[in-house]
C-alpha cells in the first residue's frame, strides 16, 4: 500500500483560486481605504493652514494680502512661519502642492488642494464630493467642496 505525501494537483489550485478570489476582493477596498486617507490627511492639513491663518488675523485684523492666488510655499510662508505655524504642510496626501487664494484687502482666503491627479478645480456651486480627484476647498473656515461617503474614483 502506497503512503500519500503532499497535496494533489486539485487541492492546490482550489487554494490558488481562493486566494485569488479573496485578492479580487480585498485589493480595492485597499486602494479606496489608502486614497481615503490621503483625502483625510489633506482636509486635517488645511484645517492647520486655516487655523494659523485665523491666528494671524486675530494679532493684525486681516489676512495675509497677497495679490495672485499661488502655492502655499510663496504665499503665505512669509508670513505664518514660525510664529503662526511651526511648518506649513505644502503638500497634500496626493503629494500635490496646496493651493491659496487670497484677496488684495485680507478679508477672505481660500485653500484647496487639486486632490488626485493634480485636475481637480473649484467649482461655483459645490458641496460633498465622491470622486478623488474633485478639488478640496476650505474658505474662511469651512469646507465647500469636501469628500463624502462612498468614493467612486
Do not use: C, H
Request: glycine fraction near 8%; proline fraction near 5%.
Amino acid at each position: 500500500m502506497r503512503k500519500q505525501r503532499g497535496f494533489t494537483l486539485i487541492e492546490l489550485l482550489i487554494v490558488v483560486a481562493i486566494i485569488g478570489i479573496i485578492a479580487a476582493i480585498a485589493i480595492p477596498n485597499l486602494l479606496n481605504a489608502i486614497n481615503r486617507g490621503r483625502q483625510k490627511r489633506s482636509m486635517a492639513d488645511m484645517r492647520a493652514i486655516a487655523t494659523a491663518l485665523e491666528a494671524y488675523s486675530v494679532d493684525f485684523n486681516f489676512y495675509p494680502k497677497t495679490a495672485i492666488a499661488g502655492d502655499l510655499t510663496t504665499q503665505l510662508d512669509p508670513y505664518l512661519t514660525p510664529t503662526f505655524i511651526k511648518r506649513l504642510p505644502i503638500n497634500d496626501g496626493w503629494n500635490q502642492a496646496f493651493y491659496v487664494a487670497n484677496d488684495v484687502a485680507g478679508i477672505s482666503y481660500t485653500i484647496y488642494s487639486k486632490a488626485k491627479g493634480g485636475g481637480g478645480t473649484i467649482e461655483a456651486s459645490s458641496g460633498p464630493t465622491t470622486d478623488f480627484s474633485q478639488a478640496i476647498v476650505f474658505a474662511n473656515g469651512q469646507f465647500y467642496a469636501w469628500p463624502e461617503g462612498m468614493q467612486t474614483n
